[in-house]
């Protein structure tokens, strides 16, 4: 089964610190103002907003694209290899269509680096109008694994403790 891993956890409080970075609120902030779009369709918190949007831990459709010139993969500054600025935009389905109008689509905007796991930081979320056409879009079917928080894991050689995105526990599906 195929995963997309999305880190909401590193910019949730905080916006992208990056100098050249559109997306500079905080996931919290920008979410406060799409509850303004949704209406009463809105959950409270943006975890539970995600939850229902993007159905995770389900089999779902995105829709992925790099709509920046520059689409070469660079080296951030901690060393691994990312392609910034991607755009996410999930499928509609069954339980998006509670919290999300017909007429917006979701889209998220983030950073994909490549690592131990291969997951993208949400630094930006927001609506579009649905009737509005998508280009240079890949489609992708898989099931998205969220972090909104960190979990410590031991390093079993050093007996060392580190911080890393809790994606929750992956359940493979076997037909």
């Not at 905080?26 to 918190?45: D, H, V, W």
């Not at 229902?52 to 790099?66: D, E, G, I, R």
């Amino acid at each position: 089964m195929a995963y997309l891993y999305l880190n909401f956890e590193e910019n949730l409080q905080s916006g992208s610190k990056n100098w050249d970075d559109f997306c500079t609120e905080s996931l919290q902030a920008q979410y406060e103002k799409l509850k303004a779009k949704l209406g009463s369709l809105a959950p409270e918190t943006l975890q539970g907003f995600i939850q229902s949007a993007l159905a995770p831990q389900m089999q779902n459709t995105f829709h992925m694209s790099a709509p920046g010139f520059d689409r070469r993969i660079k080296v951030n500054k901690r060393g691994k290899q990312c392609i910034y600025n991607i755009v996410i935009r999930p499928a509609h389905g069954f339980y998006s269509d509670y919290v999300l109008p017909k007429k917006y689509d979701l889209i998220l905007i983030g950073d994909l680096t490549f690592d131990s796991v291969t997951a993208v930081t949400i630094k930006g979320i927001e609506l579009i109008d649905a009737d509005v056409q998508k280009f240079g879009e890949k489609e992708v079917v898989c099931t998205a694994l969220c972090a909104f928080t960190k979990k410590t894991i031991s390093n079993r050689s050093t007996g060392n403790s580190f911080q890393v995105p809790d994606y929750g526990d992956r359940v493979d599906l076997h037909d």
